[in-house]
């Protein structure tokens, strides 16, 4: 693990580290400077010589790094990576509830969770870390990019372990609804099994012959015209888990991108919002040993959102 960092958050994000290496064994004789490391470490990834020039790179005291010093073994350097212009993602990431150690938040589709690949400052943390000036703010479990409804966050680290371990332990109700097509000819409630599993590279989850590791309750709740919104309950918590056993029944979610088939929706293309609502969850708190129920302020069929996620 590094040492604490020295520069501050940016974006609500800690600074990259590198380190150099304590030896290497195939490389006896070390790089003859900090610089001469850097460009071989870090080419590629950043601007090595602009980021020396700006002294964007620092050391643990918080001096930043000279091109010609000399190349130290185990040695941290910290950094700010630039960011990609992002694409505002529009709608209103709703605060359903705030305590001091738990945010739930009802968040728009398209918005990812988490900062990763081409969605940082467009992530719930990254936002609501600076609008709440909750710097520790994490999320205690997933909701896809394109999912709508609500996500359950620690406001600090100290609160994370115990909630996220009640994740993991599955013991929490969530209940999600879904728009889908509506077949006449299936019997509800029913509930699916099936073993799912992901690879990477791959887009969609797949089905195998293996013991079950899936399971959902799929009830019918309100008939519309040709279609049906659907309550769902996951006894589980795999990838795509309800997309994939919704498509099984053969009643895929109304605006799925890559259920049945995947779709060349461009990433700044809003305009169809996957009909999937994470809408209630309820929990026993691990510290207090109160009883929490919480419900998205949503509602099936989503609309297209207009505005900046606030």
């Known amino acids: 693990m590094p040492p604490p960092s020295p520069l501050p958050r940016r974006h609500g994000l800690e600074a990259a580290w590198v380190c150099t290496p304590e030896r290497d064994r195939e490389r006896p004789h070390p790089w003859p400077t900090m610089g001469a490391w850097l460009l071989e470490r870090l080419a590629g990834f950043v601007d090595v010589a602009g980021f020396l020039a700006d002294e964007r790179f620092v050391y643990q005291s918080g ?22 212009e992002e694409t505002v993602v529009p709608g209103i990431i709703h605060v359903v509830h705030q305590d001091a150690r738990l945010v739930v938040i009802d968040k728009p589709a398209f918005l990812s969770s988490i900062p990763r690949g081409r969605h940082v400052v467009q992530s719930v943390v990254v936002r609501l870390r600076a609008e709440l000036g909750l710097p520790e703010l994490s999320p205690l479990h997933r909701l896809d990019r394109v999912t709508s409804g609500l996500l359950v966050l620690a406001t600090e ?24 097509p509506l077949r006449p000819d299936l019997e509800f409630p029913v509930t699916v099994q099936n073993h799912l599993v992901t690879r990477r590279g791959q887009w969609q989850a797949e089905v195998t ?3 079950a590791n899936a399971e959902s309750l ?24 309800l997309r994939m056993h919704m498509l099984g029944l053969g009643i895929p979610i109304v605006d799925d991108p890559l259920y049945p088939v995947v779709l060349p929706v461009a990433i700044d293309d809003f305009t169809r919002p996957l009909q999937l609502l994470a809408s209630a969850v309820a929990f026993t708190d691990p510290i207090d040993g109160g009883a929490r129920r919480f419900e998205s302020v949503r509602m099936l069929p989503l609309q297209a959102e207009v505005g900046a996620c606030g």
Do not use: N
């Open 209 to 211: 012959d293996e013991p």
């Open 218 to 241: 799929i009830e019918l709740e309100t008939v519309l015209q040709g279609t049906a919104v659907y309550r769902l309950t996951p006894r589980t918590g795999r990838t795509h888990q």
């Open 63 to 84: 001096t930043p790094v000279v091109g010609d010093d000399p190349y130290g073994p185990y040695t941290f350097v910290w950094f700010h990576r630039d960011l990609a």
């Open 157 to 180: 680290r100290r609160w994370r372990g115990e909630y996220q371990s009640m994740f993991q332990r599955g013991e929490i109700d969530k209940t999600y609804r879904a728009l889908a």
